[in-house]
């Protein structure tokens, strides 16, 4: 619980510093994306790092602000609950949340949307070959 309150910290203090002290579009995008490129592909872990949705989860709140990020999560959270599998989630949600940045953001925003959902894409292969095999675990949600 704690790394992953840490992990979206890594992603939202860098867009937070990017939105308050650059004004391009594009340098703002990329202050943001870095931080999921750099938790995905560690240096001091030899390239293999976490699969970058919490990261990018905090940045992107962040970049459009908490009001959209929270209209926007709860469709995380019924892709979450339907299926019941956390992989799935974190795999649809940044593609789906890349075409609403399009539709209601900035360009600089979908690309960023669609840069981040493809690396979490290929961080996420193993779980995606699990999920065709049928054998990705669920989440239990007994309280």
């Given amino acids: 619980m704690l790394s992953g309150g840490l992990d979206i910290f890594k992603g939202a203090i860098p867009s937070?510093?990017?939105?308050?002290?650059?004004?391009n579009g594009w340098q703002i995008i990329g202050v943001s994306?870095?931080?999921v490129f750099g938790?995905?592909?560690p240096v001091w872990l030899k390239f293999k790092g976490g699969r970058g949705a919490a990261t990018f989860f905090g940045a992107t709140a962040v970049l459009i602000g908490p009001k959209f990020f929270s209209l926007f999560f709860l469709i995380w959270i019924l892709i979450l609950a339907l299926s019941k599998i956390m992989?799935?989630?974190n795999l649809l949600f940044p593609w789906i949340l890349s075409i609403l940045l399009f539709i209601f953001f900035p360009f600089p925003y979908f690309i960023y949307g669609i840069l981040a959902a493809s690396l979490i894409t290929f961080a996420l292969r193993e779980n995606i070959k699990?999920?065709?095999?049928?054998?990705?675990?669920?989440v239990s949600f007994r309280w």
Avoid: C, D, K, M
């Avoid at 937070?16 to 004004?23: E, P």
């Avoid at 699990?130 to 669920?138: A, C, K, S």
């Fill in 16 to 23: 937070y510093l990017a939105l308050n002290y650059l004004t």
């Fill in 33 to 35: 994306l870095l931080p």
């Fill in 39 to 41: 938790h995905i592909f």
């Fill in 87 to 89: 992989s799935l989630a």
């Fill in 130 to 138: 699990r999920l065709r095999q049928g054998v990705e675990p669920r």
